[in-house]
């Protein structure tokens, strides 16, 4: 048993209110907000060293991008050299961590865009805010232990980190696009179209699939949502923040891991809620909603709209089954898709997304599926 615990004052509720997110589950409880469940213990890591590679993923925004091997294990080596890193050199390339600099704000982390010295690339340099230093300290070291040991083009690559008494920072190269939760809220100046969203889902699974497979252990993620998906020039997917992920089962007659619930509402596995048991379906689930959330543009958990589609995987199942799977497409997006292709994407999100794990894919199969659907849609976008 995992000695984190959640941030969360009554986990029983937490649960109900997540047996709203598939639609098999019922629930007249109250919705829910997407607020994080963070674990709080540990040990720390001490010590700092530099590693760089680039995205090297060419591609377009406006055609389908060259496909990318399937389930390639890492980009081409590092052009850069391990560098070390003082504290006093990471305060003068933030510039005292000045807020010109700030990309990306939460409730624990600040991000900082910074140039390395001598003219080096741009990386991002996540500080965690002195008030929590204590408490994440163990999902510090989780992450870096972690991301040491995974190095592939559709997650974000550690490059360096420090730990000391008053500091905890980690150095990934810098995504310069964004997250995708801005993108699909039309943040960042154009709208997704359909062919970069479908690009955008099979970079996502092909790096769950890394990690799943390919990794030197089983990872699983835990925290799988569109805040945490970033994008490069070429729109690109990077899956970040690996501070919930864990090592999975090892052993042939393993089914899971048994631990406390971390995760964000609205992505989380209900089994998982129920159970405590973790195993690589619960990215799944998480990925199924995710997927949802790519097409749609809707949150998992809508609370300011109508109570039938506050839960939009409930909201967008009722519409597939009606039928009416044009109506869960992103209103924004202005081209027509084949009916066909929608249907065969949405049937696999609701895969994904169902209540218990032995109904989902793993998502190798999830990967392999996509890419039949993207042949599906160049046929027919050529056709059209």
Same mark, same amino acid.
């Given at each position: ?8 004052? *009554? ?71 391990? +560098? ?6 990471? *305060? ?10 700030? *990309? ?28 929590? +230093? ?78 799943? +497979? ?5 990872? *699983? ?126 049937? +696999? ?36």
């Amino acid at each position: 048993m995992e000695s984190d615990h959640i941030v969360l004052a *009554i986990p029983g509720m937490f649960l109900l209110c997540f047996s709203l997110i598939c639609p098999c589950f019922r629930s007249r409880r109250k919705d829910i907000s997407e607020d994080p469940v963070l674990a709080r213990d540990g040990n720390a890591m001490h010590s700092f060293e530099l590693r760089s590679s680039s995205d090297r993923m060419p591609g377009t925004p406006l055609r389908v991008p060259a496909s990318p091997s399937r389930f390639s294990l890492s980009p081409q080596p590092s052009t850069i050299g391990p +560098l070390q890193l003082s504290i006093s050199q990471i *305060i003068k390339i933030t510039h005292n961590f000045s807020p010109g600099l700030v *990309i990306g704000e939460g409730v624990f982390r600040t991000v900082y865009k910074a140039e390395l010295p001598h003219g080096g690339p741009i990386v991002a340099i996540k500080r965690t805010k002195k008030e929590h +230093l204590a408490t994440l300290r163990a999902e510090f070291s989780n992450e870096v232990a972690l991301l040491t040991k995974i190095e592939h083009r559709n997650l974000v690559q550690l490059l360096g980190y420090v730990n000391t008494q008053n500091e905890s920072i980690i150095i990934t190269e810098y995504v310069p696009h964004g997250n995708l939760r801005d993108h699909l809220d039309g943040q960042r100046g154009r709208i997704l179209d359909f062919s970069q969203r479908l690009g955008i889902a099979i970079d996502v699974a092909h790096g769950l699939t890394y990690l799943h +497979l390919y990794a030197e252990k089983p990872i *699983i993620h835990r925290d799988v949502k569109s805040s945490n998906i970033l994008l490069t020039e070429s729109f690109r997917a990077k899956v970040a923040d690996f501070g919930f992920a864990r090592t999975g089962p090892m052993e042939a007659d393993q089914t899971h891991i048994e631990t406390n619930v971390k995760g964000t509402a609205g992505y989380v596995d209900p089994e998982y809620l129920r159970t405590y048991h973790l195993t690589i379906k619960s990215d799944v689930f998480s990925f199924g909603i995710l997927l949802i959330e790519i097409l749609s543009a809707r949150r998992p958990v809508e609370l300011k709209r109508h109570p039938d589609e506050k839960i939009t995987v409930r909201w967008a199942f009722a519409k597939y089954n009606e039928g009416k799977v044009r109506d869960i497409l992103d209103p924004m997006l202005q081209e027509v898709v084949h009916e066909d292709v929608l249907n065969k994407i949405f049937s +696999l999100a609701f895969q994904c997304a169902a209540p218990t794990r032995s109904d989902r894919p793993v998502m190798k199969e999830v990967v392999e599926r996509l890419w039949e659907v993207r042949k599906d849609y160049v046929r027919n976008h050529r056709r059209a």
